[in-house]
């Protein structure tokens, strides 16, 4: 069984007037967020094989202050392509998985990450918490079980498993 896990970045600081939204870093209520999303993934027992970060400070940041909580975290990937990509897109990347990959774990924004997560669960899965509605709250983590492989990953190619926000991390 193959699980992908979707982390939406923790809460950022505001770009400010000028400021660029990639440099944007984690406010101090958002790396206390990620460190606590990293500890409860440690507790349900979550060991990523592949980390897909996107590019954006802030998605680099939740992924040091998670990792920091994990018992051996792989190295990330940094990836251009997943700052602020469409569902579509990181559907495409998702694709391109190896085949022996089991836990990949990516870390993207808003609404593509929430619109993909949509995508793969279906809108109206029961299983679709309300809380889906309109995104992915910052530092939200969704497990998300892959029916078919990387490959053949499609619409309703995925049954979500459990979805956990900062607020309700153990």
Known sequence: M????LVRHAQAEDAGAGGRDHARPLDAAGAAAARRMGRDLRRRGVTPDLVLCSSARRARETWTALASELAAPPAAEIEEGLYLA???SLLERMALLP???AAPLVIGHNPGLWQLLRLLVGEAA???PAMLK???PPGAVAAVEVVDGWSGLAAGGGRLLW???PESAA
């Open 134 to 136: 309109p995104g992915l």
């Open 86 to 88: 469409a569902a579509s």
């Open 2 to 5: 193959a699980v992908i896990y």
């Open 126 to 128: 029961p299983e679709t």
């Open 163 to 165: 979805l956990v926000v």
């Open 99 to 101: 085949d022996d990959c």
